[in-house]
Nanobody, 126 residues
Framework: QVQPVESGGGLVQPGGSLTLSCEAFRLTSDYHIAWFRQVPGKEREGVACISSVGDFTWYDYSVGGRFTISRDVAKNTTYLQMNNLRPEDTAVYYC????????????????????WGQGTQVTVSS
């Protein structure tokens, strides 16, 4: 079982930037990797996803143009570059892996993901 590990969260002022990292050792190229976020009292929501070989990406409309997901297959690491952060981006951010790539793949459906990290807190506040 591949277990992803997130890092890079923290406190940042509105308009600032952060880069989250997700390391997944022994990961093969068969996995799509996504970032989700969750605030207390709300369901986990998909933020961005990158395909197994990095040729496709998906974003939630709320982060399009501000967040960029990328993947270094050689380093088994996926990144989420977050720019122009807003207070509403405050959440615990989770990295998730899925081996599903057929017609049942819905990138922002949490149910299809096989493994989850522990999460990293991102707080956007002045």
């Amino acid at each position: 079982q591949v277990q992803p590990v997130e890092s890079g969260g923290g406190l940042v002022q509105p308009g600032g930037s952060l880069t989250l990292s997700c390391e997944a050792f022994r990961l093969t190229s068969d996995y799509h990797i996504a970032w989700f976020r969750q605030v207390p009292g709300k369901e986990r929501e998909g933020v961005a996803c990158i395909s197994s070989v990095g040729d496709f990406t998906w974003y939630d409309y709320s982060v399009g143009g501000r967040f960029t997901i990328s993947r270094d297959v050689a380093k088994n690491t996926t990144y989420l570059q977050m720019n122009n952060l807003r207070p509403e981006d405050t959440a615990v951010y989770y990295c998730a892996l899925t081996s599903i790539s057929d017609g049942s793949f819905i990138w922002d459906s949490a149910e299809i993901y096989d493994a989850w990290g522990q999460g990293t807190q991102v707080t956007v506040s002045s």
